[in-house]
């Protein structure tokens, strides 16, 4: 079975730093994009930015770029999204979703299986 | 202000059809693919149609997708209280080299 799980809740304070992780299975992880999208409380859908673990090609959204860093390890089929200094704006669920193959054109693609998300809430 | 427009709800009583429509422009789905997502109270959202007008295995036909220039529409028929849940559309933006969604729509079958 395809799936995409994702490391567990979070509560932290503004300013520290925060690595979540996604982890894929049952299909090859290098081969697939693995997209991040952010749903604040109450909010909608906002695309952060994808990564192709195969050679680590990845685009952000110019909302989130240089406010959060997206990473893969291909040995361990995991893709990671991490904050150097958390605001209290970082409030939200997270998600991560299984794009299109690389063999495809990542412009016509689609997250075909979602993480189940994982809730990251600042708390001062 | 969501680079994809959606209308912010939308409703039907069960059996009738609905339609949902998403508004963009010639950089995301005047250029791209259009995909649709259902998200139920309290789930992660679910890849309800892609490129246009597929629908994944298990997806039932009453949910139909489609393009037309830069908008694109998800009509719903036979509405059943399951389908209630917030819809959103999605493209890649050629400017932004990137995904974008829709606002979403609350789907309330009455």
């Known amino acids: 079975e395809v799936q995409v799980v994702q490391s567990g809740a979070e509560v932290k304070k503004p300013g520290e730093s925060l690595k979540i992780s996604c982890k894929g299975s049952?299909?090859?992880?290098?081969?697939?994009?693995i997209g991040w999208v952010r749903q604040m409380p109450g909010k909608g859908l906002e695309w952060m930015g994808i990564?192709?673990?195969?050679?680590?090609?990845?685009r952000y959204s110019p909302s989130f770029q240089g406010q959060v860093t997206i990473s893969a390890d291909k040995s361990s089929s995991t893709a990671y999204l991490q904050w150097s200094s958390l605001k209290a704006s970082d409030t939200a669920m997270y998600y991560c979703a299984r794009g299109v193959s690389g063999l495809l054109l990542l412009q016509n693609g689609a997250f075909d299986v979602w993480g189940q998300g994982t809730m990251v809430t600042l708390s001062s | 202000q969501s680079v994809l427009t959606q209308p912010p709800s939308a409703s039907g009583t069960p059996g009738q059809g609905v339609t949902i429509s998403c508004s963009g422009s010639?950089?995301?789905?005047?250029?791209?693919?259009v995909n649709w997502y259902q998200q139920l109270p309290g789930t992660a959202p679910k890849l309800l149609i892609y490129s246009n007008n597929k629908r994944p295995s298990g997806v039932p036909d009453r949910f139909f997708g489609s393009k037309s220039g830069t908008s694109a529409s998800l009509a719903i028929s036979g509405l059943q209280s399951e389908d209630e849940a917030d819809y959103y559309c999605a493209a890649w933006d050629d400017s932004l080299n990137g995904g974008v969604f829709g606002g979403g729509t609350k789907l309330t079958v009455l």
């Open positions: 049952g299909y090859d992880f290098t081969t697939y994009w």
């Open positions: 990564i192709y673990p195969g050679d680590s090609d990845t």
């Open positions: 010639g950089s995301n789905i005047g250029t791209n693919t």
